[in-house]
């Protein structure tokens, strides 16, 4: 199985803030790579697939990047609805796979 | 807009056996793939089962293989997980979803709002 390990597993930020999250792969999964909002009691939300398509809807103040085995989501400006937490997942091959996930909290 | 709806979760004995349901509406069902993906209480999130447009494919993480059913009734616009032998580590929140599909792969695009299996004596 494909592992995925996100960092930080939590960060603390002010709304304005800059935020990057790195995914990291056991293994090549070329771009096969997405990203997700959750926030408690509601359902996920998709922000980013196929490492960089940012999905339709979604502010671009989101922006996703990488290959290979190294990725990276950005939130360019924190937003108070920003606050939740971030998992990535590869879909390049079964069982797919999440990250253990970055809690994004306000400073 | 996509809307999907579970139901069918509750509480259960290790050993037993629940089947949940999804209701998909306004979108035509039966062109998308279909997934399971579960959330147990305080933990991440974790893919369960996948199933093609029409169920001739389907997929199972291997803690549940054996175990699990997934299926659909295009005619219903309905997803099904008929699940069995459970154990006190399925308890999660279980989420259907469509599973968008782009070249080889794809991702999990729009959601239910989730049901709740509890496995406990």
């Known amino acids: 199985d494909i592992q995925m390990t996100q960092s930080p597993s939590s960060l603390s930020a002010s709304v304005g803030d800059r935020v990057t999250i790195t995914c990291r792969a056991s293994?090549?999964?070329?771009?096969?790579l997405n990203w997700y909002q959750k926030k408690p009691g509601k359902a996920p939300k998709v922000l980013i697939y196929a490492a960089s398509s940012l999905r339709s809807g979604v502010p671009s103040r989101f922006s996703g990047s990488g290959s290979g085995t190294d990725f990276t989501l950005t939130i360019s400006s924190l937003q108070p609805e920003d606050f939740a937490t971030y998992y990535c997942q590869q879909s390049d091959s079964t069982p797919w796979t999440f990250g253990q996930g970055t809690k994004v909290e306000i400073k | 807009e996509v809307q999907l709806v579970e139901s069918g979760g509750g509480l259960v004995q290790p050993g037993g056996s629940l089947r949940l349901s999804c209701a998909a509406s306004?979108?035509?069902?039966?062109?998308?793939?279909m997934s399971w993906v579960r959330q147990a209480p305080g933990k991440g999130l974790e893919w369960v089962a996948n199933?093609?447009?029409?169920?001739?494919?389907?997929y199972y993480v291997d803690s549940v293989k054996g175990r699990f059913t997934i299926s659909r009734d295009n005619a219903k616009s309905s997803l099904y997980l008929q699940m069995n032998s459970l154990r006190a580590e399925d308890t999660a929140v279980y989420y259907c979803?469509?599973?968008?599909?782009?070249?080889?792969?794809?991702?999990?695009?729009?959601w239910g709002q989730g049901t709740l299996v509890t496995v406990s004596s």
């Open positions: 199933i093609n447009h029409d169920g001739s494919e389907r």
């Open positions: 293994q090549s999964i070329n771009s096969y």
């Open positions: 306004t979108f035509s069902f039966s062109s998308f793939w």
């Open positions: 979803a469509t599973y968008s599909t782009i070249s080889r792969s794809g991702y999990f695009d729009c």
